[in-house]
């Protein structure tokens, strides 16, 4: 019997891709958007979900239960970003990036939990981001949403070994998707001290997402996993030099790897 995949944030990028490629493999797929009834290309069908609501998310749920009778497999991939000065960013916008990228997955899992319970088996993959394993400059809200989701999956997957309930990372670097055109950027001020070195790593940034990979190969990684009898807690994806990071993170000293970052962000 084919496996059910709900894929929250499944109307663009990531999300369309993972969709689209289990689709074409003979999974049954639901995605989710805010607005689902704008977007017509998907090759799956898109149930309404605001990850910020609990509300949202339980009606979400139970529209595809009512539709499928059961919850194989949950993607976390909504998601948002956020750029600025850690000084001059609104604490609001800080907020609601974590309800966004943090509190709303967990949300998320917790009313699938369950019905994956019931049924004895169960996967959630958490899309994270190698951004997650260090301090960014100028992204550090985002780095701590997606390092926090890191964290929280190993916890999980202790607390639901009884259940034969499974959960993993998968960490992108930089993909080329639509994510910088919905993302929260702080203004760049006249008179800010940051103006500079802010505006230098803003176009940085963007030209590494213009010259990213292709979500295909997200989309192959999250199948691998799926069909992984034993995966493991911690995936990266991207490009080599991307996921080599996190590897000189864990082995140089700190300030040496302090070092290259600002030497790579020319700051």
């Known amino acids: 019997m084919a496996k059910v995949v709900l894929i929250t944030g499944g109307s663009s990028g990531i999300g369309k891709s993972v969709g689209e490629f289990l689709t074409d ?9 805010r607005f689902p009834d704008t977007y017509s290309e998907t090759k ?42 850690l000084e001059e960013t609104p604490i609001t916008e800080m907020k609601h990036n974590f309800e966004t990228n943090f509190f709303g997955p967990i949300q998320m899992i917790n009313v699938v939990l369950p019905y994956m319970r019931n049924q004895n088996t169960g ?28 964290l929280i999956t190993e916890a999980y997957r202790i607390e639901l070994k009884e259940f034969n309930i499974n959960m993993s990372n998968i960490a992108p670097g930089d993909f080329n998707t639509n994510i910088a055109a919905s993302r929260y950027h702080t203004p760049v001020l006249e008179n800010s001290h940051y103006k500079t070195a802010y505006s230098k790593t ?49 082995v140089l000293p700190d300030l040496l790897f302090e070092r290259l970052l600002r030497l790579f962000y020319k700051l």
Not at 127 to 149: D, E, N, Q, V
Not at 208 to 226: Q, R
């Open 44 to 85: 799956f069908p898109l149930l309404k979900l605001d990850i910020t609501d609990l509300e949202s998310i339980r009606s979400c749920v139970q529209e595809l239960i009512s539709k499928t009778d059961k919850i194989d497999v949950l993607i976390n991939n909504a998601g948002a970003g956020i750029t600025g000065p």
């Open 123 to 150: 996967l959630v993959i958490n899309i994270t981001s190698i951004a997650g394993y260090m301090g960014l400059p100028f992204r550090g809200i985002y780095s701590a949403t997606k390092g926090a989701l890191e």
């Open 202 to 250: 803003l176009k940085l940034m963007n030209s590494h997402l213009d010259s990213g990979e292709d979500p295909l190969l997200m989309a192959k990684a999250v199948y691998k996993v799926i069909n992984s009898k034993n995966p493991i807690i911690h995936y990266k994806v991207g490009a080599f030099i991307q996921k080599f990071s996190v590897v000189l993170k864990r």
């Open 25 to 33: 493999k003979d999974y049954i797929v639901y995605g989710t958007s």
